[in-house]
């Protein structure tokens, strides 16, 4: 069964009316291209919630659960996600500069040909996600659980990576600074590395 099969619309102003209202489980919501920058979700339900091209720059979305949320082309840019449930969210070609991903769960989450330049991830699960030809740089990866994510052709230059987890994780053709290899990284990762 498609998971977005049930799916119901709701306006940008209906969303904020149930959010003031205290009902905040919005499952399968449709809120495709939505207008809610700076808008307060914290601790809201919006799993396999369609996000495609809404625009949520600056907002925050601490401790929600968006799991198998659609947010193809979402504009997240500055927005905070910070322990936020992103298992096995679909992010493809999202824009997530300066985002906060702080102790957050991308666990499969599919963010390839992401702009997440500048973005946070401090201590994220971010196993088996998919992100390839993902725009990294200057992404704070410390502490990051990176086990059998696809980096593959992802830019990674000036990035910072402290204490990341690089177990099975693929980094074909992938753009990396000259320490990730002299601090022995590189033995941890996959194989499948392209200079």
Not at 46 to 67: E, F, G, I, K, V
Not at 135 to 155: H, I, K, Q, S
Request: with cysteine; charged share 20%.
């Amino acid at each position: 069964m498609d998971a977005y099969q049930h799916a119901y619309q709701l306006s940008a102003e209906q969303l904020i009316e149930k959010c003031a209202a205290g009902q905040l489980n919005l499952e399968r919501v449709d809120l495709r291209e939505a207008h809610l920058p700076f808008i307060q979700l914290e601790d809201i339900r919006l799993c396999w919630a369609d996000l495609t091209s809404a625009d949520l720059r600056a907002a925050s979305l601490d401790n929600a659960n968006l799991t198998g949320a659609m947010m193809w082309r979402a504009n997240l840019q500055r927005a905070s996600f910070r322990w936020a449930n992103l298992h096995q969210a679909m992010m493809v070609r999202c824009t997530a500069t300066g985002a906060n991903f702080k102790g957050a769960s991308l666990h499969r989450a599919d963010l390839r040909l992401g702009n997440l330049r500048s973005a946070s991830f401090v201590g994220a699960d971010m196993r088996g996600a998919k992100l390839c030809y993902s725009d990294l740089r200057e992404a704070d990866l410390t502490g990051v659980n990176l086990t059998g994510a696809d980096l593959t052709g992802a830019n990674l230059l000036g990035a910072r990576m402290e204490a990341a987890c690089w177990q099975a994780t693929i980094l074909h053709r992938a753009q990396l600074d000259a320490s990730f290899a002299l601090d022995g990284a590189l033995s941890r990762a996959s194989t499948l590395i392209a200079v």
